[in-house]
Nanobody
């Protein structure tokens, strides 16, 4: 049974930092891409970042480029999202997701991901 367990969310002031973790288990993810999405109240789920498990290619939404970094630790089967210079508009529930890497699916589309974590709340106060 595949499980994605997020942690690391919390309340932080504007300009602060948080590191989210996603511990993945239940299968081999070598042919998968791992993504982070977020959803604010009343808004659709939004792509944030993704990383290909095999070749480490990374993807970011423009609004977080230069502030967020996605990475992974193979030994721990864990994906991280380092978030710096946080802004109030970053406030949302953040979800980890896993989907098969494919040239025929969109990295930024939630429908391209098979497995999802339960989410972790990130709140940025001004």
């Amino acid at each position: 049974q595949v499980q994605l367990l997020e942690s690391g969310g919390g309340l932080v002031q504007v300009g602060g930092s948080l590191r989210l973790s996603c511990a993945a288990s239940g299968r081999t993810f070598s042919n998968y891409r791992m993504g982070w999405f977020r959803q604010a109240p009343g808004k659709e789920r939004e792509f944030v970042a993704a990383i290909n498990w095999s070749d480490l290619t990374t993807y970011y939404v423009d609004s977080v480029k230069g502030r967020f970094t996605i990475s992974k630790d193979n030994a721990k089967n864990t994906v991280f999202l380092q978030m710096n210079s946080l802004k109030p508009e970053d406030t949302a529930v953040y979800y980890c997701a896993a989907g098969r890497s494919s040239a025929y699916t969109s990295t930024r589309n939630p429908k391209s991901y098979e497995y999802w974590g339960q989410g972790t709340q990130v709140s940025v106060s001004s």
